[in-house]
């Protein structure tokens, strides 16, 4: 160029037009063009083009996106074989296209798989020489277009590329807008932390051949590191006569190398397989590489671990003629030996048997949280039978539903639960039962593992809760996994807190009993107070306890953790465990204390994965960890297929864990219970979870969310339809869908939105509320209700639930300040709890944002500024301002505090319930 340039300056003729001139005059017809109307027309097909598109194209990174972008980048290099480059170049041209088409398209197909996005902008150069003069001319003329591609409806191959040529061809027509000057026109979004538009590129290069022939000059073109781009993840490709010599730039702040190169390979094989079959849908090509995949397979199982082949109770009943001395269950004052509780479980057995109960038999157990309900649970499974819990809390007309759906043939329950436990099966009640006369020995007969051992149910999507089945071989692969992985010995203290209608608490129930620990049972409505749950663990030297991430908050709120020097390991399951929650945790309870958090649904034995926390994590979401002893857990794609690391896909369970299924559900069961194409056992199933999860570098997975629309609420798993179809049972409804949403209340609550239907008067939220009731446990009737004229939908027709309203608060009562100090006082503590600014007297807690969460917060505010001897529940009784105000400012001598269960009047069986905790003496 020097050489040239020399030439022309000093005026010397030269071989070649004079460049340079001609360089100038391009940019000043440019220039005009730009400023003409051609140039408009351009900018505008740009913007109706990118109209909407994502402005960032997340791919899972190695690391978590800088806030601002580095610049360094680095390469891996790789080759696409000549005859793979001429297949796909030939499937490109019988459909009209280019080499560069095909390659683009298999581009956008690998993203599309790797980010789950349908909706992806990626960037390319063109040469930029569209007129025909500018061919002699030397200078850098490159454009970069923004190609959006399209990629919904999962296309095959053939498909998309008929899609790329389109999008292609019309790119190339409006080529003309510099692309900085297309980017400020746009007034694109911009980001220190990723390149505007788009974040991908892919070039092509055609044989370039020898460099051009210039006299007196030798020239030839060098490989050089594309130094272009950087901050793009970027494709380079170079057609040679070996095929196509390809580079993977990328940002070195984003991606290992490792990482790329794997996805180098994954490139390659998705492109074999669309050439050998371009009428694939995109789903369906394959990425991993054969080793791959069985690696991914391999390490989806937990490890192997020989578990005793005797069912539960089996387990306890040995443990028992080991130490029959030893405490097996504390309640209040109430203390049973292990002989003692095994003596009563066996009575009970016997008469269960004497009443029909054997293997495979459903019966019902409605019972406070007690030293009974210990022992009728392990009398119905002593018997042969399978408990199904009825919380003597829900509704009676959920009661009835689950007792008939289960089809118990029998109800074990107490006279005080009549109310309850009372309806169309027959009734054992244990406190009236005289069971003396029964033997107190073990039972005998077949003691067979793959028995059914409990059925528990979960909220039905299809409008019904539904029965999981699961059989004591799964329960004590659970049970045995838990005591070796840490080390629970007969030192432990198990606090039983969950309801029992919740697997978590069969672990609670079964793990110290067959361990020789000790299980102190809180008592009922105690798992709601974490101030009791606090003070029962200090008094009995808990170790081991169990909490949902929204409980474990409320929890260490509390004042006197460090006191609780007993306590060894805290498990979190039920929902995502926040990373900001699980540092808390580890920073308040003392340095002695680890937190565990487990992974698991109702289908498949309670937990199936569990991961360590630790202060030091990595800054991403705590992970679920890995698969318990003998079950795998395996992240797939829709086809089954694993999907790679980082990529986001569905978690599937398999192993000896996976339940049996739904109670008279077959074909709810073939939905969710699939085929399990990992295992030689035959008939063995896969559990699919719904829930979207991915893998992390180091083999632990990470959750990411539902792929429907099932919600967790501090823990409790809810089918939104559910409550919808209960909704809609009321006559004077046409629509309702009922979200979560949090809408600043600090908290998230169920909103119902519904539609009267035509020509009636909507119902009042009192009556929907008392609707919802009669058949919804209380944490399944909505925080909030909306009525609207219709619900709005989508183009597409369905409920569009991103436009339904915030809900106004509680519109269908008038405010009432409050008057006496006692009500400003509790006002104050409610506006503080709920975070809000204006509370009525008539206000209920419960319609406002309250839940029973937030009540234990209040609870302890209220009992801190009055004198009243007071109880947990008191609150769940009295939920007004004013209510709340009369009852702390009663004379206690005339109105005694009472709690639900001393008001029920049970204890016929001479038992004391749990006095610990929050009693406290007058002032
Ligand atoms: P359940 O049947 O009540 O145990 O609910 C199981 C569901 O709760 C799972 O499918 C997950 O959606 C969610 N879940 C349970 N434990 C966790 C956890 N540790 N992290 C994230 N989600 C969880
Ligand atoms: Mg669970």
């Known amino acids: 160029l020097a050489a040239l340039y020399g030439a022309f300056t000093r005026g010397e003729p030269s071989p070649l037009p004079p460049l340079a001139i001609q360089y100038a005059d391009y940019a000043a017809w440019q220039r005009a063009r730009l400023a003409g109307e051609e140039h408009a027309r351009q900018v505008e097909y740009w913007r109706a083009r990118l109209a909407g598109a994502p402005v960032l194209l997340d791919l899972p990174t190695d690391r978590p996106r800088p806030a601002m972008q580095g610049t360094g980048a680095a390469s891996h290099r790789f080759r696409i074989p000549r005859p793979l480059h001429e297949r796909l170049s030939a499937l490109a041209r019988a459909q009209g296209g280019t080499p560069f088409m095909a390659v683009a398209a298999a581009w ?38 923004a190609l959006r591609m399209d990629l919904s409806g999962d296309p095959s191959f053939h498909a998309l590329l008929g899609r790329v040529r389109r999008t292609t061809v019309e790119a190339y027509a409006h080529q003309e807008v510099p692309f900085d000057q297309l980017v400020d026109e746009l007034k694109v979004e911009r980001s220190l932390s990723h390149p505007p538009v788009f974040q991908a590129m892919i070039t092509l290069q055609n044989a370039s051949g020898a460099g051009p022939e210039l006299p007196g000059l030798r020239a030839e073109t060098v490989g050089a590191e594309v130094g272009a781009g950087e901050g793009y993840l970027a494709l380079y490709m170079e ?47 394959p990425l991993l590489s054969d080793d791959e995949r069985a690696r991914l397979v391999a390490e989806a199982a937990g490890p192997p671990l020989e578990v005793p082949a005797l069912p539960a109770h089996r387990l306890f009943e040995a443990q028992a003629a080991r130490t029959p001395d030893a405490v097996a269950v504390v309640s209040g004052e109430t203390v049973l030996s292990y002989a003692e509780l095994n003596a009563r479980a066996n009575r009970l057995a016997r008469r269960l048997r004497a009443l029909g109960v054997g293997p495979e038999r459903r019966v019902g157990v409605c019972l406070h949280r007690s030293p009974e309900l210990v022992a009728a649970l392990l009398a119905v499974v002593k018997a042969g039978g399978a408990y199904v819990p009825l919380d003597p809390a829900d509704p009676p007309g959920r009661l009835a539903y ?16 009549a109310h309850a436990a009372g309806g169309d099966a027959p009734v054992l009640w244990v406190d009236r039962e005289p069971l003396d006369g029964e033997s107190p020995e073990d039972l005998d007969g077949e003691a067979d593992l793959d028995g059914l051992m409990y059925v528990i149910y979960t909220s039905g999507s299809t409008g019904r809760p539904k029965g999981a089945m699961n059989a004591h071989r799964g329960v004590v692969n659970r049970l045995h996994w838990m005591r070796r992985e840490y080390g629970i010995g007969a030192d432990d203290v198990f606090l039983q807190k969950t309801p029992f209608s919740f697997d978590v608490s069969v672990q609670e129930f ?37 909490f949902v991430p929204s409980m474990l908050a409320a929890f260490l709120e509390q004042p006197g953790l460090d006191r609780l020097t007993a306590l060894r390991r805290v498990f979190s399951s039920g929902e995502a465990l926040p990373r900001e929650l699980a540092e808390r945790c580890l920073a308040r309870l003392p340095a002695t204390v680890g937190l565990h958090n487990l992974y698991g649904p109702t289908e498949a034995a309670i937990d199936v994965s569990f991961w360590p926390c630790r202060s ?48 008279r559900r077959p074909g709810l069961t073939a939905e969710r219970f699939v ?33 429907d629309h099932q919600v967790k609420l501090r823990g409790l798993r809810i089918e939104p339809g559910e409550i919808e179809t ?31 239907a035509e020509g009636v008067a909507a119902p009042s939220v009192g009556e929907l ?89 209040l609870f302890v505010r209220i009992r801190e500024a009055f004198p009243r001897e007071m109880v947990l529940v008191d609150l769940f009784r009295h939920t007004t301002v004013a209510a709340q105000a009369a009852f702390v400012t009663e004379r206690p001598d005339e109105a005694p505090a009472v709690t639900v269960s001393q008001q029920r009047g049970t204890d016929r069986a001479g038992l004391r319930r749990a006095s610990v905790g929050t009693h406290r003496g007058r002032r």
């Not at 793990?511 to 102190?520: H, T, W």
């Not at 107070?529 to 030297?541: F, H, I, K, S, T």
């Not at 009562?813 to 809000?836: C, H, M, N, S």
Request: overall charge negative.
């Open 402 to 417: 689950l007792r008939q759906d289960a089809g118990v043939s029998l109800v074990v329950s107490s006279s005080d639960l």
């Open 769 to 857: 509320r008392a609707h919802l009731g009669a058949t919804l446990p209380d944490y399944m009737v909505p925080g909030a209700f909306v009525t609207l004229d219709r619900l709005p939908l989508t183009a597409s027709g369905k409920v569009d639930r991103r436009a339904l309203p915030a809900p106004e608060r509680a519109p269908e009562r008038d405010y009432v300040p409050p008057t006496t100090p006692a009500q400003k006082t509790i006002a104050g503590f409610w506006a503080e709890v709920l975070g809000v600014e204006r509370v009525g007297v008539e206000d209920n807690f419960f319609e406002i944002g309250g839940h029973s969460l937030l009540v234990a917060r």
């Open 726 to 756: 209960a909704l809609l049972a009321h006559p004077a409804l046409r629509e309702a869908v009922v979200v979560v949403r949090a809408d600043g209340l600090g908290d998230a609550r169920l909103v119902a939105y519904v539609a009267a």
């Open 239 to 285: 057609e040679d006569e070996r095929g196509l010599d390809a580079v993977l730039r990328y940002p070195t702040d984003l991606w290992d190398a490792a990482t790329m190169e794997r996805v180098a390979g994954h490139l390659l094989t998705l492109l074999g397989a669309a050439a050998a079959d371009p009428d694939t849908r995109l789903s369906r090509l």
């Open 108 to 145: 956008a197909a690998l993203l599309h798989r790797w980010s789950g996005e349908d909706d992806l902008v990626v960037g390319t150069p063109v040469a930029g020489r569209t007129h025909p003069q500018t061919e002699p001319l030397i200078g850098f003329f490159v454009q970069t277009l």
């Open 510 to 546: 079964f793990l110290p009993l067959v361990v020789g620990a000790r299980l102190v049972v809180a008592r009922p409505e105690g798992h709601r107070d974490p101030g009791y749950l606090r003070e029962v663990m200090q008094a009995q030297a808990v170790t081991w306890v169990h």
């Open 616 to 663: 030091d994590d990595p800054a991403r979401p705590v992970p679920i960890g890995r698969a318990v002893a003998n079950t795998r857990l395996h992240v797939l794609d829709d086809a089954l297929q694993p999907v790679p690391p980082a990529v986001t896909g569905e978690l599937y369970i398999g192993g000896v864990q996976v339940g049996r299924g739904y109670l």
């Open 675 to 707: 085929p399990d194409p990992f295992s030689a056992t035959r008939g063995a199933r896969l559990y699919r979870t719904g829930d979207r999860a991915r893998l992390r570098p180091d083999g632990a997975i990470e959750c990411a969310g539902r792929v």
